[in-house]
C-alpha cells in the first residue's frame, strides 16, 4: 500500500499510521480520526453517538487507557489519559508551551502508531526539523522506596473513566530484583540490558502486571511486587501482541521450547 495522506495524518504501508500533532494533542489530550482511512486503520466498530471503544497506548515502557468517542457529528476522536498527556508536554516543553501561550510554533512533533492488533497500539515520536530543546527536557530519574505493595485498579475520573495504575509498585519490583540477585535480567529470555548496553542499561527494565486490571472491582484491590513480572521489551510486546494476552509461564514455554 502506498503512503496514503488523510488531513493530518498519514497511513503508509503495513501496521503503522502518523500523527502530525497539532494544538488540540497538546492542549485536551486528543485528535480526530478521519472517517475513509484512518478509522480503518483504528478497526473502530461501528458505534452510535456517544460510544467509546477502549483501546491500550504503550509508551516509553509504560501502557495508557485511551478511548475512541464517536461525537454527535458522527466523526471519531481518539482520547488519551491525563498521564500520557503529561508525558507529551514534558517531553516537547518548548511546543507546549508556545501552544498554551496562543503561539504558532511551527513544526511540531509526528505521533507515530504502530498497530500491534486493534487494541493495542506502541507510540513513538519524531522530533521536528529545528526544534529548540529546553533543559526541562532533562528528566530526573529518582528511586524512592515505599511499601512493598500498593493498591491499583480503582476507578477515577480524570478526562474519562480508567482504571487508575500506580508506576510506584513497578520501581518496587526493581529494586528488590536489584537487591536480591544484584541485577536485572528478564523473567522470561534472561536478556539483561545492563549486560547488552553496558551502562546506558543499567537500571532499566519494564514491568507487566500478570494480572490485568480491568480485572479488579472498582474500589481497586493491593497489587504486590509479587504481581508485577520484570520482562525485556520484545517479550513484554509480544505477550500484548495477540488477545488473550500470553501468560509469563506460557511465554517461557517458547522460549524454552526454542532454544531447546
Known sequence: MDRI???SWTQMAGNWAEKQMDLSCFKRGQTGLPKEHIRRFFEVPELTQGQVHTVTIRYGGREYDARIRIMANGGARLEWTGELQREIRERFPVIHRAFARGNDPGNTPVMIFEKVNHL?????????????????ELRDNLQIREEAYTKEGKVIYVQHRRRERNSRIIKQAIERAQDLYGTLACEICTFDFAKRYGKEGEGYIEGHHKRALKSYDEEGEDTHVDDIALVCSNCHRIIHRRMPW????????IVNGLSS
Do not use: I, L, N
Open 246 to 253: 500470553k501468560t509469563v509461564e506460557e511465554m517461557k514455554a
Open 5 to 7: 495522506q488523510e488531513y
Open 120 to 136: 493495542y497500539f506502541e507510540v513513538s515520536f519524531r522530533k521536528p526539523y529545528h526544534y529548540d530543546y529546553d533543559k526541562s
